[in-house]
Each structure stands twice: as structure tokens, then as C-alpha cells.
């Protein structure tokens, strides 16, 4: 399958002022490229005043559903971001990429188990594809879910997570946190220290959870796992994704010079000379190399490949574990050749 293939729009869903939810029409032939698991994610290319565009969105909908479908909140200057919600419509076609993305969750209906998330924004699409799909495939088992917004209009989704506790009493609990609205049953403020110890203590201080997922700025997801550590719950059992990451960069001392590189996409090698100062990601594109890539900014993890051969060192990386960095992996959109002659692989990931 090419990276990208053209999708018609079903449906342009409008879910807040300022967020819309894009169904896309998955023809029979392609309902097996587009199988997804839940809390995965697509890449969208196109070209807007003639200048091509990649953004990477979160599917919104379950895999028991049938459906593909994203949610895009509109953000200042947000080149895509603004043209989904103010122009495009049903009838339009947009270039979408396969479902990639380790965020996610895969039911087992004969296991009871129980599940919190701690979300905000818009980092609620992915959440919503995985706790509706532990709901319908996962009958035994809860969810919690711990979303903060400014307000409840701002609120993407509110009134189908309202339903959805309505259809599920007893299995999903939902505890909303406005930072700019006091509403009733809703805690005031943002998702802090306070918040989080109030949810595990104090409402659910019965429960053991499985699971833990965040998804949202990376200050909150800081902040909320560093208190789940201090709970003593172990890396395994919390799993985020980043919607917005610090402007922190790690200094690469002595990238003065140049590395040979070879490159493999595609079962395609390709070898050049590049300069150290730029990234993997940069000279791959400046060569003319199909190399996957969405934000370029290190929050998505579209651009991951393998060195093999070499070093490379990244000036940032909020996604890749440890263990995962010492097996080589790399993000190439923030990643400098550190070594005379370095083999990247973008196959083996």
C-alpha cells in the first residue's frame, strides 16, 4: 500500500465552535489497509497555497465501529487545523495515511480489568476510541476518565461521553475539571496534584487500576505521572501520547563535520555525504527519499527508524523510552549522525 491514498469525506461533524470530527468514506478494498486498533493514528497530506502539509490525527472512533474517523481542533495559525474546520466538507477528498501509533489498547473479552485516563484538550480523541472500544469488547471491565477543558463548551465530546455513561452505569465514570467554569459535579481548576489524589483516594480508592493512560500537554502528562510513581505504579502501566511538547532542546556538541549515511526505505537503500548539523530527517528529504515524517516537531512518532550502524543523538525526545533508545531507535526529524559513516533503517521499526 503507497503511503497516502485518497479518502472522500463522509461527514464534517461540527463538535465544538472551534473542533470538528472528519468521517472518511473506506471503500471494501481498503477496509483491511485501514484496520486500526484503538488509539491510533493517521497521517493527513495535502497541499494548501501550494505548499504540501502533513499532520498527524488520532482516530476518534472504535475499531467496533466501522468507522474512520478523526477530530481536529482548530489552533492559531494551525494551517490544517483551520482550513478543516472553516472550509472542508463532505464530497472533499484528502490524502490519508495507514493507522500507526503505540498508544493503544486491544480488548480480551474474558478479562476483568479496570482502566483511568487523565486527559485534556483534545487529547481526548485517542482516549475515546480506546474506552469505547473497553466498553463494547471488554464488557467486565471500567473505565475511568479524568477530562479537563476551560469550559463544558469547549468541551469536544461532552454530550457523547454523556450518553455513553448513560448506556454504561456502573462501567465508565467520567470526572470533567474546568479551569475557566464552575459547573455542577465538575472539579474547578486544572488536573494537578490535587485532582488526581481526589480521583484515586477518594472516588476510586477501591479500585486497582491496570492501566493508565495520558494524553495531553506534556506538562500535564509530567505532572500526572510523576504522581502515579510516587503511588509506586511501575512504568509499564502508563502509557501517553503528547499533543503539545516543551520547547526544551538537548545541546549536541561538535557537529562540525560530515557523515556518510545510508539510508533504507521501502527496501531502497540510499547512500550520501550530509553535514552533521543537520537532521536525518532533513538530508533524507533534501535527497529526495520517501521518508515517513508528519509534525517534524517530535510529538508524533510517524519519522521513527533504526540505526544499525553509527550513532545519531536527538536534541529532543519526550516519546522514546530508554530501552527503546539503546535498541536504536530514533526520531529522524530530531536526530544529528554523530559518527563518520551511519546506516539508518526506516523499515526495521
Known amino acids: ?46 497541499t494548501l497555497d501550494g505548499k504540501e502539509i502533513r499532520r498527524a490525527y488520532s482516530i476518534c472512533s472504535s475499531p467496533e465501529s466501522g468507522e474512520l474517523r478523526i477530530a481536529v481542533k482548530a489552533v492559531k495559525d494551525g494551517a490544517f487545523s483551520q482550513f478543516a474546520n472553516t472550509k472542508l466538507k463532505a464530497g472533499d477528498v484528502l490524502e490519508v495515511g495507514k493507522p500507526e501509533g503505540k498508544f493503544t489498547f486491544e480488548p480480551d473479552a474474558h478479562k476483568q480489568k479496570n482502566y483511568v485516563a487523565f486527559v485534556s484538550g483534545s487529547g481526548i480523541t485517542p482516549v475515546l476510541s480506546i474506552l469505547k472500544s473497553v466498553l463494547k469488547s471488554e464488557p467486565m471491565s471500567s473505565f475511568v476518565l479524568v477530562y479537563g477543558n476551560k469550559s463544558p463548551e469547549e468541551t469536544i465530546f461532552h454530550q457523547e ?23 455542577d459535579e465538575a472539579l474547578f481548576g486544572r488536573i494537578d496534584k490535587s485532582v488526581v489524589n481526589y480521583v484515586l483516594n477518594n472516588k476510586h480508592a477501591a479500585v486497582e487500576f491496570e492501566k493508565f493512560y495520558l494524553c495531553g500537554p506534556e506538562q500535564m502528562i509530567d505532572t500526572v505521572s510523576g504522581i502515579l510513581k510516587e503511588k509506586n505504579v511501575k512504568d ?14 538537548n545541546e549536541i556538541k561538535d557537529l ?31 535527497q529526495g527519499i520517501d521518508a515517513p515524517y508528519s509534525c517534524q516537531g517530535g510529538i508524533c512518532s510517524s519519522c521513527l527508524c533504526r540505526v544499525t550502524e553509527g ?17 536504536g531507535l530514533i526520531l529522524s526529524c530530531q536526530a544529528h549522525p554523530t559518527s563518520d559513516t551511519i546506516y539508518v533503517d526506516f523499515d526495521d521499526v
Open 1 to 46: 500500500m503507497p503511503n497516502f491514498l485518497k479518502l472522500l469525506i463522509k461527514e464534517v461533524k461540527r463538535e465544538t465552535a472551534a473542533a470538528v470530527s472528519i468521517l472518511f468514506n473506506v471503500p471494501a478494498e481498503l477496509k483491511e489497509d485501514y484496520k486500526f486498533i484503538a488509539g491510533q493514528y493517521v497521517n493527513i497530506r495535502l
Open 161 to 183: 461521553l454523556h450518553d455513553l455513561h448513560l448506556q454504561y452505569v456502573n462501567r465508565l465514570f467520567v470526572h470533567y475539571v474546568y479551569s475557566q467554569a464552575k459547573a
Open 236 to 249: 509499564s502501566a502508563i502509557k501517553f501520547e503528547l499533543f503539545t511538547a516543551s520547547v526544551h532542546e
Open 256 to 286: 562540525a563535520g560530515h557523515s556518510k549515511i545510508t539510508i533504507m526505505v521501502d527496501d531502497e537503500e540510499t547512500t550520501f555525504e550530509m553535514s552533521q548539523k543537520q537532521t536525518i530527517l532533513e538530508a533524507a528529504l533534501k
Open 311 to 327: 550513532s545519531a543523538e536527538m536534541k529532543k525526545n519526550s516519546i522514546l523510552t530508554d530501552k527503546e533508545i539503546a535498541d
